[in-house]
DNA sequence: CCTGCACCCATTGACGCCCATAAAACACCA
DNA sequence: TGGTGTTTTATGGGCGTCAATGGGTGCAGG
């Protein structure tokens, strides 16, 4: 099993069942780079820019609040993102299987009603209907053939 | 073996058979070079600039990963990075004999059928559909014997 | 007593591991 | 230098294991 010290990324796309008690299977992958982590689980809460959930271990919570604490006390900017973040996010445990269970109003919000897309965006992931998220891989997909996006790297490693 | 201090290159071009089940032999001069990464396997997502499959090793990705970090996070630019990048690669662990197995989607982008060309690209690899390649790199001579293509090399190294 | 929710068990189907064979690169020796 | 034996690589197939899924059951709280 996953004993790899360097590596602990969410990556490619998952589409599993949601059953009708609204139990998922996180995938195997996503689980093991979620396992040193102090919560047996997922964090997650609705995404303000998709339609799709926003999903992570607990250590990027802790993430998000060193950045939230970056800003002005009381500035109506923090203010906002706090609430957006930390009031709509809950822990999802694991249940023995592996799964956890998909609140209604997350469900709600991505249109998941009989399948769930784990979607890997490296330190996080998000989980979309497998429609809406293919759709939006596509557009995304389209657009870079003609862009061509660029990242800056930092320098010394591979590629 | 394999222990040097500088870093191993991807060089050449293996042509390998594709089985019923989907494996293919990573040729065992690119399974030397990705031996010190801390995935056992090869990281691979579809070309968004030819009709190929994009590989490498998973420190590659934590690199990617790295450079998307500098990005704001629910920025326009990092969501998009992230999905390109991430949400599209895969994980493809060696069988013990070496093998990988090439999912569907990956084959069909590149037309690969009963057998897969693995191109060296210096720090990277990419994977084809054998006579594609063979064209692709009878064009790109063709053409470099007009254009005559230079570069720059960082200097202090040898030659 | 009824409703959840958390744990347990059963099924299945894919994938990972093992073997066995074959072909090729290499080393060694006459 | 050519032949021969040994090691590594490539390939094919069978089988066990684990992940994904579905359903049942017991405990807790209202």
């Known amino acids: 099993m ?6 602990a990324l969410f990556l ?3 589409v ?7 139990r998922v299977s996180v995938p195997a992958t996503f689980r093991a780079t979620l396992a040193p982590q102090t919560f047996a689980g997922v964090v997650a809460f609705r995404s303000f820019t998709a339609p799709c959930v926003e999903a992570g ?3 990027w ?13 009381f500035s109506a900017e923090q203010d ?11 822990q999802l445990p694991f249940d023995p299987e592996g799964r956890i ?10 249109g998941i009603t009989e399948a769930a897309a784990f979607v890997g965006k490296g330190k996080t992931f998000q989980i979309w209907e497998p429609a809406a998220a293919a759709a939006v891989q596509e557009e995304l997909r389209q657009r870079a ?12 490693g591979p590629a």
Request: hydrophobic share 40%; proline share 5%; no cysteine.
């Open 80 to 90: 906002e993102l706090t609430s957006l973040i930390f009031a709509d996010s809950r």
């Open 12 to 14: 490619a796309t998952f």
């Open 57 to 59: 271990g607990i250590d």
């Open 16 to 22: 599993n069942k949601v059953d009708k008690k609204g």
């Open 145 to 156: 053939m003609k862009n061509r996006p660029t990242l800056a790297l930092p320098k010394g």
């Open 2 to 7: 996953g004993s790899e010290k360097g590596m």
């Open 101 to 110: 269970i998909l609140p209604e109003d997350l469900m709600a919000h991505a």
């Open 61 to 73: 919570m802790e993430r998000l609040s060193a950045g939230t604490d970056d800003l002005a006390a």
